[in-house]
């Protein structure tokens, strides 16, 4: 199993541009998430799904879109990038809520 | 406010030399603590879940515990394999995680 994984690593952005974050899974998880992590701070949600087609918000979810249309796939879209969002992004994966997360390498986001 | 707070930030242990870390946290009502470890440039690696006060969970090394107010990872010998950021996470709602701003772990051999 390759658990969960992210493309891509890195990513280099200018402000108001937009791209999507990949992110897969190959457990059958139900729940799925997106976290960022910054300098200082815990990992903070942004959007989280408990199934196909559906999803919502986390604590920072502004300047962020998900969609969920397959169990294994759970992709992360900025709309508009600032600086702002630079920071390192990760996916995970559990059962159900309450259960650990398995979580994938991350994308470190560079917004100049 | 729900809050989790981890100390100490940073510490350096001699290979060998036991200590524990610290998480602490204020929640209305705690569904579970879990502890995880990451490494740099990866992402964090699910090490236990605590669920009750008494609580207590071993691996290898590290030993978790847990009170009402906090949780402690007791590492026993540590070798320089076990440098790593540990992070601790409340389960604090429904799909609601709180996790710490971790404790980075130097063991020198």
């Known amino acids: 199993n390759a658990g969960v994984t992210q493309t891509p690593k890195f990513q280099v952005l200018k402000t108001g541009q937009s791209m999507t974050l990949q992110c897969a899974q190959d457990?059958?998880?139900?729940?799925m998430s997106w976290y960022r992590q910054d300098p200082g701070m815990g990992l903070r949600l942004i959007h989280y799904s408990v199934g196909a087609g559906i999803t919502d918000q986390g604590e920072v979810p502004n300047g962020y879109n998900v969609s969920r249309s397959t169990t294994e796939d759970f992709p992360l879209r900025l709309l508009s990038a600032a600086p702002s969002q630079t920071s390192v992004y990760f996916c995970?994966?559990?059962?159900?809520?309450?259960?650990?997360?398995?979580f994938g390498p991350g994308t470190r986001l560079t917004v100049t | 406010e729900d809050q989790v707070t981890q100390s100490p930030e940073a510490l350096r242990l001699q290979e060998g030399e036991s200590s524990s870390l610290n998480c602490s946290y204020t929640?209305?009502?705690?569904?579970?603590l879990f502890w995880y470890r990451q490494d740099p440039g990866k992402g964090p690696e699910f090490l236990f879940t605590l669920y009750s006060a008494g609580e207590e969970k071993e691996k290898e090394r590290l030993k978790a515990t847990l009170t009402k107010k906090e949780s402690f990872l007791h590492i026993t010998a540590p070798k320089p394999e076990d440098s790593a950021t540990y992070l601790c996470a409340v389960h604090a709602g429904t799909y609601k995680y709180i996790f710490g701003t971790g404790t980075r772990l130097k063991v020198l051999a």
């Open positions: 995970a994966s559990s059962y159900a809520d309450g259960y650990e997360q398995y």
């Open positions: 457990m059958n998880h139900e729940y």
């Open positions: 929640v209305s009502g705690l569904r579970g």
